[in-house]
């Protein structure tokens, strides 16, 4: 096994600028938090005031334009997140919505990873226990 260590070398009471990338706190890297393009509409993910916990919530800024029962479907608070524990990677649960009646069909598992960049995120969504259906996946891009 190899390691190396490097150096900088600058002189006694040189002040040295910080990385750009690390100089963020620690909370404000590669968070949801928020707002994002998501399938042509806009939604803005901010933490919520739950206790001992990392959690974020949805507010729709602007619906996806081809969603399907709009009066109940993409409505701010249906997605629900937790941070995965130091981590890019935040889990939860999103609201689903029956296609022929548009009533409540149970709450679908939602993972989303944020890329190191921080301005793209893959969401990926599965149906509620019991309904058949392939997971959907959306790339989100940050828009601020």
Same mark, same amino acid.
């Given at each position: ?11 006694? *009471? ?16 590669r968070?949801?938090? *928020?707002?994002?393009? $998501?399938?042509n *509409? ?12 990392e ?21 701010? *608070? ?25 009533? $409540?069909?149970g ?28 997971s ?9």
């Amino acid at each position: 096994m190899l390691a190396a260590a490097v150096a900088v070398s600058a002189p006694h *009471g040189t002040k040295l600028a910080p990385d750009p990338i690390h100089a963020k706190p620690a909370s404000e890297r590669r968070t949801i938090a *928020g707002e994002w393009s $998501f399938a042509n *509409g806009v939604v803005l993910f901010y933490r919520t005031r739950a206790k001992n916990a990392e959690t974020y919530t949805d507010q729709v800024v602007m619906q996806r334009p081809s969603v399907f029962c709009p009066q109940v479907n993409d409505q701010a *608070g249906q997605i629900v997140l937790h941070r995965v524990k130091r981590s890019r990677l935040f889990t939860g649960t999103w609201q689903w919505f029956y296609t022929s009646n548009c009533t $409540f069909a149970g709450y679908g598992r939602v993972t989303i990873r944020v890329w190191w960049s921080d301005q793209t995120a893959i969401f990926v969504s599965y149906p509620p226990p019991g309904l058949d259906g392939p997971s959907t996946t959306f790339v989100l891009e940050r828009l601020k």
